[in-house]
């Protein structure tokens, strides 16, 4: 069972909406959650990173939470662009170990003109 | 600065055949990874290097093997592939608890 739960797996909204992707985890303990953004046919691309001790982080009209107390991140995307459109990943960090990165399956974003 | 690059960027293998995919960073990065991207799945660590001369097993080492004899090199063997093996395998880098820089990707397709 994936550690990292990403829902919904994909969305469709209009241009200049906003939209919240949700990411449930159940690793512990952690030392950091990550978002990426990955267009098609790309390699992923950071967004933002929270330590565990961080509960929002922002980039741009991209803004992360996180509460740690319910293992749960947000990605919140304001003011849409037709080029939001792409596969957000949240990707969970195990302490002691930069190598133990746990990715969630991703959410499908697409915005419509 | 290029970043990450990888080389080939597609590939079409028949069963049994072999090949090697390279990843280059020029970021000066200690640490470098291999991951495959399956449809519905999250990447998974296939195997990665702290440092040069240094590999390890990731999540899904089997059938794989890898190298790195220069810090800003690490290459990625199937010896046998197998249809298992289609898919996106990527490449990435980072000088430690920071930001990941992946690389573009490379598809392959095994028959």
């Known amino acids: ?113 | 600065n290029a970043g990450v690059t990888q080389t080939p960027k597609f590939r079409v293998l028949k069963t049994g055949q072999s090949m090697t995919l390279l990843c280059a960073q020029d970021m000066n990065h200690e640490y470098m990874y291999w991951y495959r991207q399956d449809p519905g799945m999250g990447l998974r660590l296939i195997h990665y290097s702290v440092g040069e001369g240094t590999t390890a097993k990731g999540e899904v080492p089997d059938g794989y093997n890898v190298s790195r004899l220069k810090k800003q090199n690490f290459l990625l063997g199937l010896e046998s592939a197998a249809p298992s093996q289609t898919s996106v395998y990527f490449c990435a880098s980072t000088g430690g608890q920071e930001t990941q820089y992946f690389g573009p990707g490379t598809r392959l397709l095994v028959l």
């Not at chain 1, 980039?59 to 509460?67: C, F, I, K, M, S």
Request: glycine residues 6%; positive net charge; charged residues 15%.
């Open chain 1, 1 to 113: 069972k994936n550690q990292v739960e990403q829902s919904p797996q994909s969305l469709i909204i209009l241009e200049g909406k906003n939209c919240t992707l949700q990411c449930n985890y159940t690793v512990s303990p952690f030392s950091n959650l990550r978002w990426y953004k990955q267009d098609t046919g790309r390699g992923p691309v950071s967004l933002t990173i929270m330590t565990f001790s961080e509960n929002t982080k922002s980039n741009g009209r991209y803004t992360a939470t996180l509460d740690a107390d319910t293992k749960q991140s947000s990605l919140h995307i304001t003011a849409s662009q037709l080029s939001d459109s792409a596969s957000y990943i949240c990707v969970v960090g195990a302490p002691y170990n930069n190598n133990d990165m746990r990715f969630g399956a991703g959410t499908r974003l697409t915005v419509k003109p």
